[in-house]
């Protein structure tokens, strides 16, 4: 296909990951003209290389975890071994199924997709180049940036030694190490140690910062990090890798701790240390779109300081999530056709897949506090849910911030089996300006998780139902 006439699309998008193909269809749907450009699978690193085959590793791996376990509830299994190399093929089966759900959502909503790399040539014009080396140009009266991010590399000493692994290479498990050093507790070191741990994997979690998932509550993380070395981890907080060296058939990972410092030893090293936005390449300078190091400058309305030129998702270094960049390709491209929208970032809900899993969306009690609200607190631990005993995971909590002159829920947080199917209804909540009364006032399902919700709030207010009754704070 050759496009060469000016202005023959309404919109091109360069990066068909969560931002870029959601951004497409929407495009589509409001009857635009739709390009969209990228080097590889369609669905992005969250799809390929990223969300989808994790969850389905986090998947094999409780499954494997559970079934070894089950003789606490009087199941019997005999041994439980993995088989990492059908482990893979499972994973490579979920992600195939996922890109070609995406072509063919290209294909259902007219989208032309482009295979190459794409950079500016204009302000309204994109050079693509192809595998094979050739070039071909498209030209858009808009453009919407959905670049994503690369994996960020610290500067430690030995990081780049042979074997030291990104998380797309600890993706791919053909056998399990019998021991991995992960530097990094943000949500994807805590997710992959999920994963190795369950497998059988000593783990160690290096964490820089005070606790693990260092954005979440403090709480939250202080009862991970309990429930990891209940698991046989070592998490180590508040530590520096200060080099990493080759040893024997594995790595030697020094540590400093204060004034302390340790040498660990372990077959596999993973560095998980963050995400930076991929803008290289694409000749922003060129055009003059306004830069914030190596992130994409926009405003509410996903507008650069070019006309016409929108940026998304990671490339824009704001919330790297996969849903958020969804939201915003969506607000890109209404704006770009002639509609007014700005991005809302009030409600946005956050999950974290290790086990156990956390959810979370709103302000934390310290950013409430911050914020100069008169606060109180409501938990729910799930040793009181029905449900949550009967399946046995009683681990965890529901945490609700509430301000305590109109009852309106803050934010929530919380910890435990599968929370992350929970956070629906707390982020309506939170979208809503929710009251406690009007959790007091809804009826929730027994014996369900979502129970916890509620009676997290109702403890809030003082009048918990399935807890001792505590002086309110």
Known sequence: MTMSAAGEYDIAIIGAGPGGYVAAIRASQLGARVAIVERGALGGTCLNIGCIPSKALLEAAALFASSRDAGSMGVSFGTVSADFPKVNAYKDKVVRQMTSGVESLMKSNRVDVYRGTGSFVTPRRIRVQKADGTFQEISAKNLVI??????????????????????????????????????????????????????????????????????????????????????????????????????????????????????????????????????????????????????????????????????????????????????????????????????????????????????????????????????KIGRFPFMASGKAVASNHQEGFVKVVAESKYNQVLGIQMIGHHVTDLIGEATLAIKLETTVEDFAQTIHAHPTLTEAVREAALDADGRPIHIWRRKRL
């Open 146 to 375: 959905a670049t994503g991010s690369v994996e960020a590399r610290p500067p430690i000493p030995g990081i780049e030694s042979p074997g030291v692994m990104t998380s797309k290479e600890a993706l791919n498990l053909t056998e399990l190490p019998e021991s991995i050093v992960i530097v990094g507790g943000g949500y994807i070191g805590v997710e992959f140690a999920t994963i190795y741990s369950s497998f059988g994997s000593k783990v160690t979690l290096v964490e820089m910062l005070p606790t693990i998932v260092p954005l979440e509550d403090p709480e939250i993380g202080k009862a991970l990090a309990t429930a990891f070395m209940k698991q046989g981890m070592a998490v180590k907080t508040g530590t520096r890798v200060t080099k990493i060296e080759p040893k024997g058939t594995g790595y030697a990972v020094s540590l400093a701790t204060g004034d302390s410092s340790e040498v660990v030893e372990a077959a596999k090293v993973l560095v998980a240390v963050g995400r930076v936005p991929y803008t290289e390449g694409l000749g922003l300078d060129r055009i003059g779109v306004a830069m914030d190091r190596r992130a994409i400058k926009v405003d509410k309305r996903m507008r650069t300081s070019v006309p016409g030129i929108y940026a998304i998702g990671d490339s824009i270094a704001g919330i790297m999530l996969a849903h958020v960049a969804s939201s915003e390709g969506e607000v890109a491209v209404e704006n770009a056709l002639g509609h007014d929208v700005e991005m809302d970032y009030g409600a946005v809900p956050n999950c974290v897949f290790c086990e156990p899993s956390i959810a979370s969306v709103g302000m934390t009690e310290d950013a409430a506090k911050k914020a100069g609200y008169d606060i």
